[in-house]
Every structure is written in C-alpha cells, then in structure tokens.
C-alpha cells in the first residue's frame, strides 16, 4: 500500500526501509535483544516468499563523546544482532568536532549503515547544558554539527537523520528552522515529534506541523508522536503526508505492534490481540535474548522493567506480578509464567491508550542562562554537555 522509505546520503549510499516504519531509539529498551524481538513480529507477518517487511530499527542513544573517546561502557552498548542487517545508531553531543569525530568511528570501524542525531531529547540534565531538545533554538549551531556530522558520515555512504520536537515551548518554536537546516545541510530525512520540550511525553501530540514540513521540505519528513496502534500510524499517514512514521512508547511491552504495522502497511485488516498465554511466550523469547545479549543475571535483571507494560491490564496476581518484578534466572521465569491463565483474552481497554512515561507539562523548561536572549550561539563551547547525557 506504501511505498518503502529510502534514506540516502549526498554522495548517493541509501538506507530503505520496508516498511516505511522505525523503532524509535529508546535509552535503556532499544537494544539488541529488543530490536530483535520487534524485527521478529514484523518478520512474522510476511507473507511466504515475499520480501521482509523489516522497517528499521534504531539502538539506544549514545553520547557523541563516549564514542569519541572509545568508553567501554558506550562501545558495550554498540552490539549488533547478526540478522540486523542495518545498523542504525542515535547519536547525541553538542560539539561539531566530537560529533564529526564520533561518525567517523561509528562509520568507519564499527560498520554503522544510518546514523541519527538527536535534537528532542526533554531531560533536564540534558537540555540545562544546551543539549537535546533546546538545541536547535541555536541556528549556527545545528547546522555546524549537520555540516560536520554529515561531511563525516558521507566519506562512507552514510545516510544522517535527524529527530526533533516542535520547539522549547509554544512561543519558541524551532521545527520549521531546524528542518530548513537539515535539508541546506544534506541530511537524509528530519523525524518531528509533535510535542514541545516544555511538553514533554503530556497532552496529545500536534500531528499538523509534521504536515507543514512536508509540504515546506524536499527530504523526506517522519512523523512521531501517540502512535499507539497500527491503525495511528495509517492516520498519521493520510492526515500528514509523512514519509513514514517512528515508533516510541507504543510498543512497550507490545513487540508485536511491528506486526500489526507490516500487515496495516501491506493493506491487511488483521491485527494482534494476543492471549495471556501468547504474551508469556513473548516474554519468554524477549528473555531468551536478552540473557544471550548479556548473560542470564543482568538480562534477566533489565527484563523487569518491561513486565509492567507486558502485563497491563492483564490478571495477573499480584504475588505472581511482585514475583515477576524482581524476576533473576530463566528457571524462575519459567515457574511464574507457568502460573498464568494462558487463555485469558488480550484486554481491549488498553487499545489505544499511552505507554510509558506521561507526566505534566513543564512550568519551566532547564535552560543555560540567557539561552532565548538570541538564535546564535556564537563561539561559546557547550562540549562538556556531552558528558551528562541520557536518553529521553
């Protein structure tokens, strides 16, 4: 029904995506185990014979200067399925040298096929220092690191993304500039999340700016932002004239979402209401790889933080959930799911409801002083926000 979703860098290397689909980079979710799984689910829904319906999907943001500086604790996070047959990485940083130095290692010895930058990211830590989603207010800035990032990325092929929000708050906007930017700079497609830092994951997500873009830009334009369900993504899509959409906390928990998207994508009406039974087994496999990916402590060990968004709305009891919660081998894993009443219907009042993290809007967005006083940053040095930077 859609066309695929082809990125491609000035020098001509591409990146297409099938569908027109992305897993959003996600700190502390989107590693190689949980990729996989999502890859799987999409990779169910085609039909036999046909091309993989695999979209792409995106690790975990790393900071520019972890890998610049070669961290172990970064690089640890750069590991790679072997059916990801494209790697794709979200790069964070503040600096045009650390971040053309960064791409260069990511491209060139790590074997990295899409690199995106991040210019949304909401936390305090992160935006206090001019980072993440405070960023583009600083014109020169973007563009000096879309300049650098791309000019690094290019000597490979490597196409370079970008994702962003709407602005710092309603009377700072930022989207239109940014995207104008992105494009002047040889970026390969902007990806707009209908929010404001101010925002944050609150209210509902603006879809009509996105549509602006794509009306305003020639690269191609994604569309983030309360895509819960298959059939959002098909609404964004009419509504907006995205090029594709990325998906963030709507698959929490719910990995078969990316089937559900292959199969709204190739036109079928069929979509994933998974037993209590078949959500074990979901479980079971995400543990399955996350004890490949890091051993059976620690993978069983970041496991718990999903049981609560796998089990929502669920009946599970409750010394069955507190058990999960804490869960520490495969073996114990397996006594408790053996506990569930696998027959238990998929409960329907959690379609189309948000996942993750929500909260309240922000009074005030954490800014360094004088930020908003000019769009030009000028020659000040904001490098050493690269240091504390986490996702969001």
Same mark, same amino acid.
């Not at 990779?43 to 979209?55: R, T």
């Not at 790069?91 to 053309?100: E, H, I, K, N």
């Not at 960023?135 to 020169?140: H, V």
């Not at 334009?221 to 609404?235: H, K, P, S, T």
């Given at each position: 029904?859609?066309?695929?979703?082809?990125?491609?860098?000035p020098?001509?290397?591409?990146?297409?995506? %099938?569908?027109?689909?992305?897993?959003?980079?996600?700190?502390?979710i989107?590693n190689?185990?949980? &990729?996989?799984?999502?890859?799987?689910?999409?990779?169910?829904?085609?039909?036999?014979?046909s091309?993989?319906?695999?979209?792409?999907?995106?690790?975990?943001?790393i900071?520019?200067?972890?890998v610049?500086?070669?961290?172990?604790?970064?690089?640890?996070m750069?590991r790679f399925a072997?059916?990801?047959?494209?790697?794709?990485? /979200?790069?964070?940083?503040v600096?045009p040298?650390v971040m053309?130095?960064?791409?260069?290692?990511?491209?060139?010895?790590? =074997?990295?096929?899409h690199?995106?930058?991040?210019?949304g990211?909401?936390?305090?830590?992160v935006?206090?220092?001019?980072?993440?989603?405070?960023? $583009?207010?600083? %014109?020169?800035? *973007?563009?000096?690191i879309?300049?650098a990032?791309v000019?690094?990325?290019?000597?490979?092929?490597?196409?370079v993304?970008?994702?962003?929000?709407?602005g710092?708050?309603?009377?700072?906007?930022?989207? &239109?500039d940014a995207?104008?930017?992105? /494009?002047d700079?040889?970026?390969?497609?902007?990806?707009?999340?209908?929010r404001?830092?101010?925002q944050?994951?609150?209210? /509902?997500?603006?879809?009509?700016?996105?549509?602006?873009?794509?009306?305003?830009?020639?690269?191609?334009v994604?569309g983030?932002?309360?895509l819960w369900e298959?059939d959002?993504?098909?609404?964004?899509l009419?509504?907006?004239?995205c090029?594709?959409?990325?998906?963030?906390?709507?698959?929490?928990? &719910?990995?078969?979402?990316f089937?559900d998207l292959?199969?709204a994508?190739?036109?079928?009406?069929?979509?994933?209401?998974?037993?209590l039974?078949?959500?074990?087994?979901m479980?079971?496999?995400?543990a399955?790889?996350?004890?490949?990916?890091?051993?059976?402590?620690?993978?069983?060990?970041?496991?718990?933080k999903?049981?609560?968004?796998?089990?929502?709305?669920f009946?599970?009891?409750?010394?069955?959930?507190?058990?999960?919660?804490?869960?520490a081998?495969?073996?114990?894993?397996?006594q *408790? *799911?053996?506990?569930?009443?696998?027959?238990?219907?998929?409960?329907?009042?959690?379609?189309?409801?948000?996942?993750? %993290?929500?909260?309240? $809007?922000?009074?005030?967005?954490?800014?360094?002083y =004088?930020?908003?006083?000019?769009?030009?940053?000028?020659?000040?040095?904001?490098?050493?926000?690269?240091c504390?930077?986490?996702?969001g």
């Amino acid at each position: 029904m859609f066309p695929d979703l082809t990125l491609a860098s000035p020098s001509g290397g591409a990146v297409v995506s %099938r569908p027109a689909v992305i897993l959003a980079p996600m700190a502390g979710i989107t590693n190689a185990a949980y &990729r996989q799984l999502c890859r799987e689910q999409a990779e169910a829904a085609s039909p036999p014979g046909s091309a993989v319906a695999s979209g792409l999907y995106v690790c975990e943001m790393i900071t520019a200067r972890g890998v610049s500086e070669r961290i172990p604790k970064t690089f640890d996070m750069l590991r790679f399925a072997e059916g990801e047959k494209t790697r794709s990485v /979200q790069l964070y940083g503040v600096d045009p040298a650390v971040m053309a130095k960064a791409t260069e290692i990511l491209c060139g010895e790590l =074997g990295v096929n899409h690199v995106d930058l991040n210019f949304g990211c909401p936390v305090p830590k992160v935006t206090r220092r001019g980072g993440g989603g405070v960023l $583009p207010w600083k %014109r020169d800035r *973007l563009a000096a690191i879309l300049r650098a990032t791309v000019g690094a990325a290019d000597r490979y092929g490597v196409p370079v993304t970008i994702k962003t929000r709407l602005g710092i708050d309603a009377d700072h906007l930022t989207y &239109r500039d940014a995207g104008r930017i992105a /494009q002047d700079s040889g970026c390969a497609a902007i990806t707009l999340h209908g929010r404001t830092v101010a925002q944050a994951y609150s209210g /509902q997500a603006d879809w009509e700016p996105i549509a602006e873009l794509v009306a305003e830009l020639d690269i191609p334009v994604l569309g983030n932002g309360d895509l819960w369900e298959a059939d959002d993504a098909l609404a964004m899509l009419e509504q907006t004239g995205c090029a594709g959409v990325v998906i963030g906390r709507g698959c929490l928990g &719910r990995p078969w979402l990316f089937r559900d998207l292959a199969d709204a994508f190739a036109g079928r009406s069929q979509r994933s209401l998974p037993s209590l039974g078949e959500v074990a087994t979901m479980v079971r496999r995400h543990a399955e790889l996350l004890a490949d990916l890091s051993g059976e402590k620690h993978g069983l060990t970041d496991l718990r933080k999903h049981m609560a968004w796998y089990f929502k709305g669920f009946r599970v009891g409750g010394e069955v959930r507190r058990g999960l919660a804490m869960v520490a081998s495969l073996a114990e894993l397996d006594q *408790l *799911l053996a506990r569930l009443e696998s027959a238990d219907p998929f409960p329907v009042g959690e379609l189309g409801v948000p996942r993750g %993290r929500q909260g309240t $809007p922000r009074e005030r967005v954490v800014m360094p002083y =004088g930020w908003l006083d000019s769009t030009e940053l000028g020659d000040a040095d904001l490098s050493s926000a690269e240091c504390d930077a986490s996702g969001g």
